[in-house]
């Protein structure tokens, strides 16, 4: 959008004012603005700008007891509730290994931070600290439950409000960078000789940038002993398969900034539209399954023998959610959890009624 055609911080207030029940990524969607632009709007009318510097954020996180943590893309909105615990800061990087919440934390992507407060239609106060990119995409938000330190809350904010106070937000120019590679020539062998090698799924993002090719790229390319496409519905069996038999999982969703990690059963499976949701006491998912253009069974190697993924992709290529059986490290992948997303359909099969 050109710089005349944007609008000011006014025409934004006055259109989220003309429509109060619309979502804030569903006012930011129809202004063509972006999320953190709407948030910036309203700087001295309930928006206050912060420090975006994660470390910081991670130093005084802990005062502020039980929240709810969200982390989402495109696609997949993943809550969880609890406090922030076992906090690994770091240069770079760092980790959150909570009980309830769990994060893997990337400091170059949080470029724009506000304290938000806002006030419902019932009256209530929430509260909230957001974290965007230099687009202005939500890379992390910790929302205030009734169990808060309103006080401790007040009190960071104090000590990381910036003096650039602007109602203006303007985005880097071009578009972020895309997770997948365009096709390219692909050495099978050597991939299959470098997959086959693995010794941690952790090592698998680094092999890929040897490999310079996308995920998706690898998916297709690997042979159907590592990974095979499944039929899109093999989502929504495999959580309620799993909620059935109790079977504790692990729930990935991320984005550039955070990944966001539930381990540990599911119960409440719901959907509405398009959108498959778990509602339980502490996770909270909301997953857009019209947006799944590929999901695949991934067979990767590891120390402790080889572990079974569940891969969702969007449109370009880009990891929408993840999901494994939950496992503790030095211990074998569960046998439950190996044989559910061995019995999901395949793609082009059919589900018995």
Not at 116 to 133: A, M, W, Y
């Amino acid at each position: 959008m050109s710089e005349s055609m944007r609008p000011t911080p006014s025409e934004i207030r006055a259109y989220r004012a003309a429509n109060p029940k619309l979502r804030e990524r569903d006012v930011a969607a129809q202004l063509g603005i972006s999320e953190a632009a709407l948030v910036a709007a309203e700087c001295g009318l309930g928006s206050i700008r912060i420090d975006s510097d994660a470390n910081r954020f991670l130093e005084r996180v802990q005062e502020l007891g039980e929240v709810l943590a969200l982390t989402r893309n495109e696609s997949a909105v993943h809550e969880k509730i609890g406090a922030y615990e076992n906090i690994k800061a770091g240069h770079a990087a760092a980790l959150v290994l909570g009980s309830e919440i769990d994060l893997r934390i990337f400091h170059g992507a949080w470029a724009h931070g506000f304290a938000v407060t806002r006030t419902d239609p019932k009256g209530e106060i929430r509260r909230s600290l957001q974290f965007f990119d230099k687009w202005g995409n939500a890379v992390h938000k910790i929302h205030l439950r009734p169990a808060s330190n309103a006080t401790a809350y007040e009190k960071i904010v104090e000590d990381l409000r910036l003096d650039d106070q602007s109602q203006d937000f303007v985005a880097d120019a071009g578009a972020p960078p895309s997770d997948d590679k365009p096709d390219a020539a692909v050495d099978a062998a050597e991939l299959r000789d470098r997959w086959s090698k693995l010794t941690d799924t952790h090592q698998f993002p680094g092999m890929l940038r040897k490999l310079n090719i996308g995920r998706r790229r690898a998916l297709h390319s690997v042979g159907d002993d590592f990974a095979w496409r499944l039929d899109k519905a093999g989502v929504e069996l495999m959580m309620r398969s799993a909620a059935e038999a109790a079977l504790p999982i692990m729930c990935f969703v991320g984005n550039r900034g955070v990944i966001q990690i539930h381990s540990g059963p599911v119960a409440k499976i719901g959907t509405m539209g398009p959108w498959l949701n778990v509602m339980d006491d502490t996770f909270h998912l909301h997953l857009r399954t019209d947006h799944i253009v590929e999901l695949w069974a991934v067979r990767k190697p590891t120390a402790d023998g080889h572990v079974t993924s569940l891969e969702a992709l969007d449109a370009k290529g880009e990891m929408i959610i993840q999901f494994f059986g939950k496992r503790k490290e030095g211990s074998s992948e569960r046998t439950e959890w190996r044989g559910l997303v061995e019995s999901l359909p395949r793609l082009n099969t059919v589900v018995a009624a």
